[in-house]
Nanobody, 130 residues
Framework: QVQLVESGGGSVQAGGSLRLSCVAS????????MGWFRQAPGKEREGIAS????????YIADSVKGRFTISQDNAKNTLYLQMNSLKPEDTAMYHC???????????????????????WGQGAQVSVSS
């Protein structure tokens, strides 16, 4: 079992920054894919970033590329999402998620798919005002 706990959400004005953290505990090792997803009211859950814990290869969705950065601190079992130049359309509930995989490609070859991830955090609300 893997447990995930997010923190760092909040309310900011457009142009501001936030950093989300996700602490992982339990049976997690270097063959896990960690992802960030967001879901705005009335919209489907969107996979916006992922990282393969072995090697640190990352994927960033076009919708946030150049503004968001995913990173990990393996010593702390912590995943981060640095969000800069925030826009009102970034307002959503943000979740981290994890899945076991042998393949880097299945983790970072394209947008993460929510149905593929087994473990989920409780979510962190991000609200961006104009």
């Amino acid at each position: 079992q893997v447990q995930l706990v997010e923190s760092g959400g909040g309310s900011v004005q457009a142009g501001g920054s936030l950093r989300l953290s996700c602490v992982a505990s339990g049976a997690i090792d270097s063959r896990y894919c960690m992802g960030w997803f967001r879901q705005a009211p009335g919209k489907e859950r969107e996979g916006i970033a992922s990282v393969y814990t072995r090697g640190g290869t990352t994927y960033i969705a076009d919708s946030v590329k150049g503004r968001f950065t995913i990173s990990q601190d393996n010593a702390k079992n912590t995943l981060y999402l640095q969000m800069n130049s925030l826009k009102p359309e970034d307002t959503a509930m943000y979740h981290c998620a994890a899945k076991f995989t042998w393949s880097t490609r299945t983790c970072v070859g394209g947008a993460p798919v929510a149905a593929d991830f087994r473990y989920w955090g409780q979510g962190a609300q991000v609200s961006v005002s104009s």
